[in-house]
């Protein structure tokens, strides 16, 4: 006959006809489900823009897919009242994100990459990042135009270890306390007199277009930023070859590389939301890929300090050997506390 045909009928149910392609035929709902893919995205302003970012990016690259947005509500984001160090770390605000993809829910997810754990769940890997914005952080304040400025006793609002070890190792006499929220919500907190001052990661601000007067930025010496601020990742489940050669039009090798070096310390820091971790990993004007890190105590009565450089190719491996001193600098102890 040229061809051969399959016929399934169950309850008195057609299921498609499925044809040889001797005939040249297509199904063409294959190929509309094929062009539509889910994106899952937490529903914040900030997680919504970027997730607007990637859509674009994917469209651009690739003209005839249909992206669907699908927010995902997180434990990161309904609880609020108190800081994620007491109740499971960031990996809060990917958790339903990353069930929803393994499930099959949603083909891929995009996230502040910062806030991505650094070991991912079995089955599910980080595929690309976008362009990094600037990963410094900002000091905000009605009152200061920087932490030296502050007078003893202000209070410095922040529910990131990292930053309130830094804080405190450098200025003691300040008070460090939390403030949870989005970024409208921390700003408007600082602006209504519950805290004298508030740090943010400027990447967050700018694509929310929140820059504002009374904004310093810090520079990297003065305050570390977290392993992989400023980039956005992209996840899909690890065999999703579809997906992931889809991703691979969008994603900026460089941001890629770098992070990867920084997530590499934290993973041999077993870095998380309780243990204060510093990293930036930048690539300069001769190519060589500079590794700034830090570990410190989440009170600020010591912080511990190293860097790298070398090839942009060794960067995971730089990342593993400058966790490994970190840890022998901090001992055993402070991990198993």
Known sequence: MGCSVLVTIAANTYVTLMLSSAIGYEDPMSKVNQNIVRLGSRGSPLALAQSQMVQAALQCAHSDLQIHLEII?????????RPLSEIG????FTKEIETALLEGQIDFAVHSAKDMETR??????LSAAMQREDPRDVFISEKAINLAELPAGALVGTTSLRRRAQILNRFPALQVVPIRGNVDTRLRKMRDGEVDATLLALAGLRRLGRECDGMTVLDPDYMLPA???GAIG?????????LISMMAAINHENTFKVISAERALLEALDGNCRTPVGALAEIQ??????????LADPDGAWLHSTERRGFLEDGVMMG?????????LAGGAF???
């Open 73 to 81: 509500h997180t434990t990161g984001d309904r609880v609020q009242d």
């Open 89 to 92: 770390g960031k990996g809060l």
């Open 120 to 125: 991912l769940p079995d089955g599910l890997a």
């Open 227 to 229: 392993a992989a601020q």
């Open 234 to 242: 992209i996840e899909t489940r690890a065999g999703d070859d579809r």
């Open 285 to 294: 004007d001769d190519g060589v890929l500079y590794l700034r890190a830090l």
């Open 320 to 328: 593993k050997d400058a966790g490994a001193e970190l840890r022998g």
């Open 335 to 337: 991990f198993d506390d």
